[in-house]
């Protein structure tokens, strides 16, 4: 985490680096789909799975990919 100006609005705030998070989830098919998103850790990019995909089941949770 970082403190930065925003050059248009001059307000200070708290950066946080965005990760990309992939994680396996089961369709309704019964069939597994590997999803990436992007999100700050892994509890919230589940949070956004959830939310995306309407609370599916994981076949394996969001982990950090390293580039």
Same mark, same amino acid.
């Given at each position: 985490m970082s403190k930065l100006v925003c050059r248009r609005t001059k307000k200070r705030g708290i950066v946080m680096a965005t990760k990309l998070y992939k994680a396996k989830i089961v369709l309704k098919s019964g069939s597994i789909q590997e999803i990436t998103v992007q %999100? #700050? #850790? /892994?509890?919230? %990019?589940? #949070?956004?799975?959830?939310?995306?995909?309407?609370? /599916?089941?994981f076949f394996s949770n969001p982990q950090e990919v390293r580039r």
């Open positions: %999100a #700050d #850790d /892994p509890v919230k %990019a589940k #949070d956004l799975i959830n939310m995306q995909y309407g609370n /599916p089941k």
